[in-house]
């Protein structure tokens, strides 16, 4: 993947921060950059090239237009003279990380893997890029398929155990999950239940509490489930995802025993089960809205949710509760309410109203 982003500020900057005697050329050259633009999304790659081209030899202080020529050059098909562009201006500036991914990514997409891994291995020893960002990026997919390369662009890996309770669970107690899940730094894991739910069990909370370092990313989650009625299921399995990698638990066993007559809880509508992160991360928090069709409140350890309801009361007596904690810490809340009914919202902290919202 290309990364020749913020080269609009990067003119635009050079264009202001000149005198009057530069403006004339700056300006051109920022003219030619917009029109380089605009015939790169209309397909006319050498004619973009030329436009680039000309902008950089009226501003040879800029590593982004460098970058945008060889990009132009690569699409019109000329990916030997956009190599000898990039190589150009890392003679020029040596230390110019986006330009040594740029050619490193050309490199392993023309299959000059020696080329590339030469230049994975400056940037990786600078700091400049992490190697799984790298693996993610599909430009070096030739890299990763190579014995000789792989080690430069690790694939992701995801793994998980999971412990449950044993025996017989008392109808309307809880039926408790936990799941250690490791990955690679900065993986950003995602879960799903895939068994069939016949009714037994209704997710009540979520606990996902993260912890990191530079050479893994761990997630301990707890999922407690209220049970509903008696009998037998089997449930799961939960898959755990990052990014292409996907790992599955072993399927789970309950048995739910009524020691008197037989009651039920009425099924309402069920919150699948996810990670709080995925819920929480959908937008700034906090804040008060909607997820998967299901009111929701996220808000800090220090803040409360006030919910009212068009119609007044509503037939579900608490909300599934989620709590994302990094290392131990609690950071945030979220409270999912499983019905449909409409209604409003605020979070409050210190008596302020910090959010507030509305579904229907």
């Given amino acids: 993947m290309t990364q020749v982003a913020g080269a609009t500020a990067l003119l635009v900057g050079t264009v202001f921060g000149c005198g009057d005697a530069e403006m ?99 940037l990786y020893s600078i700091g400049a890029v992490d190697p799984f960002v790298v693996a993610d990026d599909g430009d070096f997919a030739s890299m990763a398929n190579d014995p000789n390369t792989a080690a430069l662009v690790p694939k992701r890996e995801v793994k998980v155990s999971m412990r449950s309770e044993l025996g017989a669970v008392m109808l309307g107690e809880t039926f408790d999950l936990e799941l250690q899940v490791a990955g690679s730094p900065g993986s950003d894991f995602s879960i799903r239940d895939l068994g069939a739910n016949n009714g037994l069990l209704a997710l009540e909370r979520v606990v996902e509490d993260k912890s990191s370092s530079s050479q893994w990313e761990e997630a301990i989650v707890q999922i407690v489930y209220r049970t509903l009625t008696d009998g037998a299921m089997k449930g799961g399995p939960i898959e755990v995802t990052d990014g292409a990698s996907v790992a599955l638990t072993d399927p789970f066993e309950i048995e739910v025993v009524a020691l008197a007559e037989r009651t039920t809880r009425n099924a309402e509508a069920r919150v699948p089960l996810v990670l709080p992160s995925g819920i929480i991360e959908e937008n700034e928090p906090p ?73 229907k």
């Fill in 24 to 122: 004339d050329p700056l300006a051109k050259s920022l003219s030619l950059y917009d029109e380089g633009r605009v015939q790169m999304k209309e397909g006319a790659f050498v004619d973009a090239a030329h436009s680039f081209h000309q902008a950089r030899a009226l501003d040879a202080n800029s590593p982004a237009l460098t970058a945008w020529e060889a990009r132009a050059l690569e699409q019109a098909g000329d990916a030997e003279a956009a190599e000898e562009i990039l190589s150009g201006g890392l003679h020029r500036w040596r230390g110019h990380s986006d330009l040594r991914y740029n050619r490193a990514a050309l490199r392993a997409r023309t299959l000059n893997l020696e080329g590339a891994a030469q230049d994975l291995a400056l």
């Fill in 287 to 359: 804040w008060v809205g909607s997820w998967n069709g299901f009111p929701v409140f996220v808000f800090g350890p220090d803040m409360s949710p006030e919910v009212q309801w068009e119609n007044g009361e509503i037939d579900v007596d608490r909300p599934v509760n989620m709590e994302f904690r990094r290392s131990g810490r609690t950071e945030w809340l979220a409270q999912v309410w499983p019905t449909s009914a409409s209604g409003s919202g605020t979070v409050v902290s210190e008596g302020e109203v910090v959010a507030s919202g509305s579904w």
